[in-house]
């Protein structure tokens, strides 16, 4: 296996554990248990950072890959790249913007823009894995 694909199996990886890691947060907050709430969304955060650079990293050493097939599978792959980056460039911002509103304890904003930046940020989580499953397997 080269680096690049290394790197691919690494970041869909990180992608899955990010995924995880949102589901047990909410699992967390709706048992009021913030602590653990608040340990799986940072985790989460620094799971994706993690995530990011050795993403950089994978597209900076091998470029971008192609899918190989053709018709509707294609169509289906690209639908879902599209729909993951698109989302995938927007999360950054919006988790730190939920993480900055929970840091600062203003809970009501926090959970006004959490309803929005979860299901986000979950789909671009879970959707990684999948560009990386129809790409790579």
Same mark, same amino acid.
């Given at each position: 296996m080269d680096n690049g694909?290394?790197?691919? /199996?690494?970041?869909?990886s990180?992608?899955?554990l990010s995924a995880l890691l949102l589901l047990m947060g909410l699992w967390a907050i709706k048992k009021k248990k !913030? #602590?653990?709430h608040r340990a799986c969304m940072i985790s989460a955060f620094s799971v994706s950072v993690l995530f990011l650079i050795s993403y950089l990293t994978r597209f900076y050493l091998t470029g971008v890959?192609?899918?190989?097939?053709e018709g #509707?599978?294609?169509?289906i792959y690209l639908t879902i790249l599209f729909s993951h980056t698109c989302l995938a460039a927007m999360t950054p911002f919006l988790a730190l913007r939920t993480l900055? #509103?929970?840091w600062k304890k203003n809970f009501a904003a926090h959970r006004r823009i959490a309803?929005? /930046?979860?299901?986000?940020?979950?789909? !671009?989580s879970? /959707?990684?894995? !999948?560009?990386y499953w129809m790409l790579y397997q």
């Open positions: 694909t290394l790197l691919a /199996t690494l970041n869909a990180l992608n899955g !913030v #602590l653990f890959h192609r899918f190989p097939e #509707l599978i294609k169509k900055f #509103l929970a309803r929005i /930046t979860y299901p986000i940020w979950l789909y !671009v879970v /959707t990684g894995v !999948v560009v």
